[in-house]
């Protein structure tokens, strides 16, 4: 029996959005971006669906040996890289590849032996501020990392605003990172989902993608299903109790919403306890069996609620799905002035996951 309030996760949509990802950019290797738990999807899950992809990668060690402990094979990436003496033996022992961003962890490299089997992800900041080189430094980082005689260096940089398909900051970022690595070899990797779709040029020997894995559109404008995209999680709960409410009657914590006429009340079992956004507005559509219905006041830890005067036929324990087939989460986290990363990523762990 499934619990009152659940998601399920379909493996075959994360399969078929990866063969998206190779019609897009075909020629590239994939490094399928699985941090924060997947999005929040379940890592060991989605890392099984993406079996046939060339590498996985996660932000932080401790999602990497969680992998590899789990008996995942493939090349595996660490996007933050080692802080530490420590982390950076770990990633000798566990066999993954280390995105190299800061000058500390070039000391690190340079003050230990037998690195000849790490791989190396030399990263640019190209113009985001976030982790990276400057430009400026590339060359002499890249002579320092040469003399630690590792299995391979490879370059990245990751582009800030590629979701903006008018925005000229991602030429600019692409034309950066492929004049700064011109002089090495090495192999390069630039796109994120919204690269992918929409710039060419950044389609270099890998491409990362993380969010169009879980069916969800990188552009505010396009929903994943029209970039032929298919959802990933569907969020469920149910109805646990209907009334009827009088003209004048408030709604919820603070009583922001108010009934302006004689009316049937649904509360469903999800609140922001679950992951649901407390900020998502009045009128956020929900879908009781497959039927579109208001959200109405403030959403509570546990519940929420809707209007059903339009539903007489609606009963307690009926289905609700609040995003999935039907319901993008692109629309909830229009609704609730966020991004669907945060809804997806934000799922609690009294949810449970199924696996489909
Ligand atoms: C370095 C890096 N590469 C790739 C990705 C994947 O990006 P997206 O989920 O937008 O495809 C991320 C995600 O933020 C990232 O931090």
Known sequence: MNPVTYATIDLPAIQHNLSRVRDYAPEAQIMTVIKADGYGHGLLSVAKALITADALAVARIDEAIRLRKAGFKQRLA???????????????????DAVVHCVEQVALLENKNGLHSLSLWLKLDSG????????????TIFQRLTACVVANINFMTHLANA???????????????????????????????AGIFAWKSSLSDWVR???????????????????????????????????????????????????????????????????????????????????????????SMDTLAVDLSFQSHAKVYDLVTLWGDGLAVEEIAVCAGTIAYTLVCGITSRVMKIEM
């Open 78 to 96: 660490v996007l933050e890289g080692f802080i530490n003496r420590e982390e950076l033996d770990a990633f000798i022992l566990y066999d993954l």
């Open 128 to 139: 985001m501020n976030r982790l990276g080189f400057k430009a400026t430094e590339f060359a």
């Open 163 to 193: 979701d903006d398909e008018s925005d000229p900051k991602t030429l600019e970022q692409i034309s950066l990172f492929t004049k700064t690595v011109k002089p090495f070899k090495g192999a390069c990797s630039i796109a994120n989902s």
């Open 209 to 299: 993608p993380g969010l169009m894995l879980y069916g969800i559109s990188p552009f505010e404008e396009k929903t994943g299903q029209q970039l032929g995209l298919k959802p990933v999680m569907q969020l469920y709960s149910h109805l646990v109790s209907i009334k009827e409410l009088q003209k004048g009657e408030a709604v919820g914590y603070g009583g922001t919403w108010v009934a302006d006429k004689t009316m049937r009340l649904g509360i469903i079992a999800i609140g922001y306890g679950d992951g649901y956004p407390r900020h998502a507005k009045a009128g956020t559509p929900v879908l009781v069996n497959g039927q579109r219905v208001p959200l109405i006041g403030r959403v």
